[in-house]
């Protein structure tokens, strides 16, 4: 099993900038794809960063130029760095990750539990 803990949620106003940070622990081998997804009231979960295990980054159009993804392959660690932070942004914010948890083994997409982020005045 694998666990993906996020941190660093939060109320901001806008145009201020906040920092998510997604550990994963537990059994892995290998993480390929990480992501951030977010999801507001009413609406449903969509993409907002993808970065390979090469660091090849996909942002969502809404989001380019303001948010950053990046990762730390020696802590399994993920990274959304949000600037310019509009509230439309507000949202719960969830990352998973695609694990492979022995040598060629199959994949497996683990799920964050979800942080807050609330953009208001």
């Known amino acids: 099993q694998v666990q993906l803990v996020e941190s660093g949620g939060g109320l901001v106003q806008p145009g201020e900038s906040l920092r998510l940070s997604c550990a994963a622990s537990g059994s892995i081998f290998s993480i390929y794809d990480m992501g951030w997804y977010r999801q507001a009231p009413g609406k449903q979960r969509d993409l907002v960063a993808l970065?390979?295990?090469?660091?090849?980054?996909n942002l969502a159009s809404s989001v380019k130029g303001r948010f950053t993804i990046s990762r730390d392959n020696a802590k399994n660690t993920v990274y959304l760095q949000m600037n310019s932070l509009k509230p439309e942004d507000t949202a719960v914010y969830y990352c998973?990750?695609?694990?492979?948890?022995?040598?060629?083994?199959?994949?497996?997409?683990?799920w964050g539990q979800g942080t807050q982020v609330t953009v208001s005045s």
């Open positions: 970065i390979t295990n090469e660091g090849s980054t």
């Open positions: 998973n990750a695609n694990v492979q948890h022995i040598r060629y083994g199959s994949t497996y997409v683990y």
